[in-house]
Nanobody
Framework: QVRLVESGGGLVQAGGSLRLSCAAS????????MGWFRQAPGKERQFVAA????????VHADSVKGRFTISRDNAKNTVYLQMNSLKPEDTAVYYC?????????????????????WGQGIQVTVSS
């Protein structure tokens, strides 16, 4: 059974940092893109960041560019999201996702439909 389990969320003051981790089990995703999305109350799920199979290509949403960094460790089958300079508007449930599609070595999709496996999500709350 494939599982993606997020950890590292919680409550932090504005300007603070958190590091989310997403550990995959049940199969390896070392050859596939992975991503992070978030969903705030009453809003649609939003793309945050994506990373290609070997970490050589990353994409970040404009709203987090320069503050968040996605990375991965294929030996640990884990993807990370380092979040710095957090703002109250970053408050959301954060989800990691894994794709099984392939569209070239730099493939790092931004659409939720391009991902097959999803974690259960983890709450991140940023207080002002």
């Amino acid at each position: 059974q494939v599982r993606l389990v997020e950890s590292g969320g919680g409550l932090v003051q504005a300007g603070g940092s958190l590091r989310l981790s997403c550990a995959a089990s049940g199969r390896t995703f070392s050859s596939h893109a992975m991503g992070w999305f978030r969903q705030a109350p009453g809003k649609e799920r939003q793309f945050v960041a994506a990373i290609n199979w070997n970490g050589g290509s990353t994409v970040h949403a404009d709203s987090v560019k320069g503050r968040f960094t996605i990375s991965r460790d294929n030996a640990k089958n884990t993807v990370y999201l380092q979040m710095n300079s957090l703002k109250p508007e970053d408050t959301a449930v954060y989800y990691c996702a894994a794709s099984l599609h392939y569209s070239g070595p730099y493939y790092a999709p931004e659409r939720a439909d391009d991902y097959v496996y999803w974690g259960q999500g983890i709450q991140v709350t940023v207080s002002s």
